[in-house]
């Protein structure tokens, strides 16, 4: 029952990072290098910058919402089991939602990469 | 790739790490959260534990904005990967846990994964014209001498940005 809370927990913690990630990188893509724009245009050019992305926003709420269903998991299990299950499937989940909807060029490497990854889940997970 | 960006790409890394430990340190202390006591969550925060934690994933939060404010996603996250060895050697050592060969056979997979896909290009994504764009224009009209080409005037950040034209350069692959 304990596994069952657990990987309920990494599989909600996964969702909304996955979410949170893609909606966040939508907004800094948008905003542009915030180093360059900083030393170019000040800090509360930036500042404003990002607050005026409204992505940035729904990218944080969903983050807030992988934190605290992060919260609930690592009460549940081991953080060498939460942790680094929910950041790879993360990973695998944002190969898809880049490429979907941030439209990233995720090539063979990268998808091995995710192979690779799932692989190490499942070893994890045994 | 700047020594500034690793250092941030090393932010992410480090920070996230640390947070996640500190987390589950105290919540660990607290014991398990039930969902019907909600509240539960709240004492948490008060934590010391926690609460470093949380810090820690909020110097995480700035880094991690910083850098997909200049690389793709699916190449911001595979540069956490060392993460994962951080976090099992923390856990072993700091926190007692017991990690079994397979789980660190998982965890050395992982991380040959996503350092497999660090290699490639830091930016790929079709914001990448949009965001040289956007850089330009307050350029343009502060200097009044627009170059598409090197949108820095030359100085250590260029070779990124040149890259997002296309040139294909090799990124951190001789570094992983």
């Given at each position: 029952m304990r596994h069952v809370y657990t990987w309920g927990g990494i599989l909600v913690v996964v969702f909304f990072s996955v979410v949170g990630d893609v909606l966040m990188a939508r907004a800094m893509k948008r905003v542009g290098d915030v180093h360059e724009l900083w030393r170019r245009a000040g800090l509360w050019t930036v500042v404003g910058r990002i607050l005026s992305t409204p992505s940035f926003f729904f990218?944080?709420?969903?983050?807030?919402?992988?934190?605290?269903?992060?919260?609930?998991?690592?009460?549940w299990g081991d953080v060498s089991l939460v942790a680094p299950a929910a950041a790879s499937l993360t990973f695998i989940g944002n190969a898809f939602a880049a490429k979907m909807f941030l439209h990233e060029k995720v090539d063979r490497r990268r998808w091995i990469a995710a192979l690779l990854v799932a692989g190490g889940v499942a070893l994890l997970a045994g | 790739m700047t020594f500034r960006k690793y250092l941030v790409l090393a932010g992410v890394t480090v920070f996230a790490a640390a947070g996640d430990?500190?987390?589950?340190h105290g919540m660990k202390q607290i014991g398990s959260i039930s969902l019907y006591h909600l509240q539960g969550l709240i004492l948490a925060v008060l934590n010391p534990w926690v609460a470093v934690g949380i810090l820690l994933l909020l110097a995480f939060f700035a880094s991690y904005m910083n850098a997909l404010s200049w690389a793709d996603l699916t190449y911001v996250l595979p540069a956490t990967s060392l993460g994962y060895v951080l976090l099992a050697l923390v856990a072993k050592f700091a926190l007692h846990e017991q990690i079994s060969l397979m789980r660190w056979l998982g965890i050395v997979l992982i991380s040959g994964g996503v350092g497999f896909v660090a290699g490639g290009e830091a930016l790929t994504s079709g914001h990448?014209?949009?965001?040289?764009?956007?850089l330009l224009l307050p350029k343009t009209v502060k200097n009044g001498a627009p170059d598409r080409e090197g949108p820095n005037g030359g100085d250590a950040e260029s070779p990124v940005l040149s890259r997002t034209g296309g040139s294909g350069a090799p990124a951190t692959g001789s570094d992983r």
């Open positions: 990218g944080v709420g969903g983050m807030a919402a992988a934190f605290f269903s992060l919260l609930f998991a690592l009460s | 430990s500190m987390l589950s990448a014209e949009e965001k040289s764009k956007s």
